[in-house]
């Protein structure tokens, strides 16, 4: 099998419940704390859940159009490494630089405060803008911060929406609309989301415990995290394939027996042109509840001879550390991996799992 082309992805900036910057993730990865899910205040009655906030005060936006704690996740991150990014559409040329985002909150938690106000005083609130909640609006925003004038678009597949940017990117290149790329996600915290999960009983009574005999749910989370993308993977983590599969077995209940998982990763690797022996790491969805674990680790044995302990990669969920990112969370999930794989802790590649409502499966592969 040939070796597949890479392409670099020399910036990441991240933040997540771990640390408002890389090196607080990379550093509370490294302790293995838990202590950014804390208990967060919601209107489900007589119920306090745990909640992965990012630490700190975020940027502030003036422009009201674009002003969502989602977007000032964005400009948190991208500010972290902002020369570094401008550099990249310096290079490459405004017109010649994509930006694709997976989120599926944007602004809804500032909508709804709005909303609440406009039913307690029967006028609409003057900072209300309904382009808080398009979804395409954080890559707008984020293509006004940069000056990129070439496709900017976001992704919305529920909990795979950052994890497929990577492939939505390579093809942009590969179809030569675009020569280079700024991929990641973005999602803030969001009462409706809380709420929801809360109805569907997927909600953990206390801190999430992935893959444990009694875990009971997820603990949600907030995040975002941009990489730059580009041709030429020579000298920096890369990214190296994604497998993608659609199999639409529920609204919200993953497929028991994990096929549409299995597909996807079994793609994944073939896109890599790796075989499962060449995977040292996976950072699985692993949500926590009964059903999604049950399932992953029934496609994960299929695709790796987990009973082997000399080829088996090291298989592990990071959302008890992070909490569940939502639409951020495979490019959350995509930014462990890159720290683990600059860092040289993994003998090979790594692979990262993101599965959606719905049925739509990503995996995604890093290599360096």
């Not at 919601?42 to 700190?56: S, W």
């Not at 008890?320 to 930014?335: F, I, K, Q």
């Given at each position: 099998?040939?070796?597949?082309?890479?392409?670099?992805?020399?910036?990441?900036?991240?933040?997540?419940?771990?640390?408002?910057?890389?090196?607080?993730?990379?550093?509370?990865?490294?302790?293995?704390?838990?202590?950014?899910?804390?208990?967060?205040?919601?209107?489900?009655?007589?119920?306090?859940?745990?909640?992965?906030?990012?630490?700190?005060?975020?940027?502030?936006?003036?422009?009201?159009?674009?002003?969502?704690?989602?977007?000032?996740?964005?400009?948190?991150?991208?500010?972290?490494?902002?020369?570094?990014?401008?550099?990249?559409?310096?290079?490459?040329?405004?017109?010649?630089?994509?930006?694709?985002?997976?989120?599926?909150?944007?602004?809804?938690?500032?909508?709804?405060?709005?909303?609440?106000?406009?039913?307690?005083?029967?006028?609409?609130?003057?900072?209300?803008?309904?382009?808080?909640?398009?979804?395409?609006?954080?890559?707008?925003?984020?293509?006004?911060?940069?000056?990129?004038?070439?496709?900017?678009y976001a992704?919305?597949?529920?909990?795979?929406?950052?994890?497929?940017?990577?492939?939505?990117?390579?093809?942009?290149?590969?179809?030569?609309?675009?020569?280079?790329?700024?991929?990641?996600?973005?999602?803030?915290?969001?009462?409706?989301a809380l709420?929801?999960?809360?109805?569907?009983?997927?909600?953990?009574?206390g801190l999430?415990?992935?893959?444990?005999?009694?875990?009971?749910?997820?603990?949600?989370?907030?995040?975002?995290?941009?990489?730059?993308?580009?041709?030429?993977?020579?000298?920096?983590?890369?990214?190296?394939?994604?497998?993608?599969?659609?199999?639409?077995?529920?609204?919200?209940?993953?497929?028991?027996?994990?096929?549409?998982?299995?597909?996807?990763?079994?793609?994944?690797?073939?896109?890599?042109?790796?075989?499962?022996?060449?995977?040292?790491?996976?950072?699985?969805?692993?949500?926590?509840?009964?059903?999604?674990?049950?399932?992953?680790?029934?496609?994960?044995?299929?695709?790796?001879?987990?009973?082997?302990?000399?080829?088996?990669?090291?298989?592990?969920?990071?959302?008890?550390?992070?909490?569940?990112?939502?639409?951020?969370?495979?490019?959350?999930?995509?930014?462990?991996?890159?720290?683990?794989?600059?860092?040289?802790?993994?003998?090979?590649?790594?692979?990262?799992?993101?599965?959606?409502?719905?049925?739509?499966?990503?995996?995604?592969?890093?290599?360096?």
């Amino acid at each position: 099998m040939g070796v597949a082309e890479r392409y670099a992805l020399r910036t990441m900036s991240c933040a997540c419940a771990l640390g408002a910057t890389r090196e607080q993730v990379r550093q509370g990865l490294q302790a293995r704390t838990s202590a950014g899910l804390k208990p967060y205040a919601t209107d489900i009655p007589n119920r306090t859940v745990l909640f992965g906030e990012v630490p700190g005060e975020l940027p502030a936006i003036a422009d009201p159009v674009y002003d969502s704690r989602t977007n000032r996740l964005l400009l948190q991150v991208l500010n972290a490494e902002r020369a570094s990014f401008e550099a990249l559409v310096a290079k490459y040329g405004a017109d010649r630089v994509a930006i694709v985002l997976g989120t599926s909150n944007t602004g809804i938690d500032e909508a709804q405060r709005h909303v609440d106000t406009w039913i307690a005083t029967g006028a609409k609130p003057e900072a209300m803008q309904f382009s808080q909640i398009e979804l395409g609006t954080p890559a707008e925003f984020l293509a006004r911060e940069l000056g990129v004038t070439g496709p900017a678009y976001a992704i919305s597949t529920a909990c795979s929406s950052s994890a497929k940017v990577f492939p939505a990117a390579r093809r942009l290149i590969e179809a030569g609309v675009v020569d280079a790329a700024i991929v990641g996600g973005a999602d803030g915290r969001c009462r409706f989301a809380l709420n929801g999960f809360h109805a569907l009983g997927a909600l953990s009574q206390g801190l999430c415990r992935p893959l444990a005999e009694d875990r009971d749910g997820i603990n949600l989370g907030e995040g975002a995290a941009l990489f730059s993308f580009e041709r030429d993977g020579s000298g920096a983590v890369c990214f190296a394939g994604a497998g993608e599969t659609s199999d639409a077995y529920h609204a919200t209940a993953p497929d028991p027996e994990g096929n549409g998982a299995e597909a996807a990763m079994r793609a994944a690797l073939r896109d890599a042109g790796l075989q499962p022996v060449d995977v040292a790491y996976v950072n699985m969805h692993g949500t926590g509840t009964p059903a999604n674990d049950a399932m992953e680790m029934k496609a994960l044995s299929r695709v790796f001879d987990l009973a082997d302990q000399a080829a088996a990669p090291v298989y592990e969920s990071t959302k008890n550390l992070t909490g569940h990112c939502l639409g951020a969370a495979g490019a959350v999930e995509a930014a462990i991996c890159w720290l683990k794989l600059a860092a040289g802790e993994l003998k090979g590649a790594a692979l990262s799992n993101s599965f959606a409502f719905g049925g739509s499966n990503a995996a995604v592969i890093f290599t360096t």
